[in-house]
């Protein structure tokens, strides 16, 4: 190879290598990376097979989670132990494995070890932690992998790491994010045992709604997020009010309406702000009324922002059809029809519409009322 030609090369290589980082940083669902890191790697490498295996560090075990010319469900073993085969050992020492001879090696996590001849295992690490390994079988034009495909992969290998580890911290952070969401609806209900669920339910007809609107996905989570805290300020309202069995008295009544602005200031406290103005906005603004006759700011119409407006209307639905220990829940079909007569006045009449049809589609029985598995 001249000079030249081998300059080329390399410069194909680095810029196939570029293409495919690219690529990479600008996903960040788990399950995308891992099939990205390895279409990637494939690409460069040219090889006939390959396997992403990924440390699960609460269960101690190495999983296939992506794959390329093998179907995971056709491998022999999808689950490693730690420190088992190739793998295993790769991903303890760190350090890529190229066996150039693979009939004297057996090993339960090579798919194929009759048909590959040569396989490249190189180690996923970011940040001092091994996440996982990249395993490579044969090359496409039947040549051997050398040193040269092992340093390529190597390179690959530490920056789609870095790609991966940023896209698992996000999941963490997520989960930590509705978990947390949920420990403050429980707090409250833990307060309330009255109405205990009833967050739970709000949100879960709240973001039926917003699916049925067409929301985009996002907007449907961070609508099921506002429904779910919208009465966290009850937390700040006293027992004897908020335990109360009988009906409230006019000055109780006023204090229990504070529980709109007490929701609005303990949200706020959220940092990044700008997560939770939606969610802000909501415990503020839930009981204002199309007409203007709500509070705490008697905004009307289209004043009263879309999320409010919807919670507005499961909040009211939810509230009549519970029991309560003063009062007995309406039917489903009398709280229906409630929610019709003040459609306009109090509620939004898109809203309203659009909340009958859900319970049409369910036969007006909550038991068959659509879930949010999906979520
Ligand atoms: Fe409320």
Redesign the pocket.
């Known amino acids: 190879m001249t000079t030249i030609t081998k300059l080329e090369s390399k410069v194909k290589e680095l810029s196939k290598l570029l293409g495919a980082l690219k690529e990479l940083n600008a996903a960040i669902d788990l399950q995308d990376i891992s099939q990205g890191i390895l279409d990637q790697m494939v690409m460069i490498s040219e090889a006939k097979g390959a396997l992403l295996w990924v440390l699960e560090k609460e269960k101690n075990l190495i999983v296939a989670k992506a794959s390329y010319g093998i179907p995971i469900d056709s491998l022999p073993k999808q689950t490693l132990s730690d420190g088992e085969g190739i793998v295993g050992k790769v991903m303890m020492t760190g350090k890529a494995e190229l066996i150039t001879d693979t009939e004297s090696v057996i090993d339960s996590s090579v798919a194929y070890p009759s048909l590959a001849t040569t396989i490249l295992t190189v180690p996923l690490q970011a940040k001092g932690q091994v996440l996982g390994a990249i395993q490579l079988m044969d090359k496409e034009n039947g040549s051997h992998f050398d040193t040269r495909d092992r340093e390529l992969a190597v390179i690959l290998a530490e920056q789609s790491a870095l790609a991966m580890y940023n896209s698992q911290m996000y999941d963490e952070l997520y989960k930590m994010f509705v978990s947390m969401i949920r420990m403050l609806a429980e707090a409250l209900d833990a307060r309330d045992p009255l109405t205990k669920g009833h967050s739970e339910r709000v949100a879960r007809y709240a973001w039926l709604i917003g699916k049925r609107m067409k929301l985009d996905d996002q907007m449907c989570f961070e609508l099921y997020q506002a429904a779910i805290l ?2 966290i ?2 937390i700040g309202i006293e027992d004897r009010i908020l335990r109360k069995s009988t009906g409230l008295t006019e000055s109780e009544y006023e204090l229990m309406k504070t ?2 602005e007490i929701g609005a200031r303990i949200l706020s406290a959220i940092q990044p702000n700008r997560f939770f103005q939606k969610s802000i906005d909501t415990a503020m603004l ?2 204002e009324r199309m007409d203007g006759s709500g509070y705490p700011k008697q905004l009307k119409g289209e004043e009263i922002p879309l999320f409010a407006r919807i919670v507005g209307v499961a ?1 009211a639905f939810d509230a009549m059809t519970t029991d309560r220990t003063y009062s007995e829940g309406m039917s489903v079909r009398d709280a229906a029809a409630e929610l019709i007569r003040c459609k306009g006045s109090l509620f939004d009449t898109d809203i309203v519409d659009i909340f009958i049809e859900i319970l049409e589609n369910c036969s007006y029985d909550l038991r068959l009322f659509p879930n949010t598995d999906d979520m």
């Open positions: 919208h009465d300020g009850k529980h709109t839930h009981h909040d």
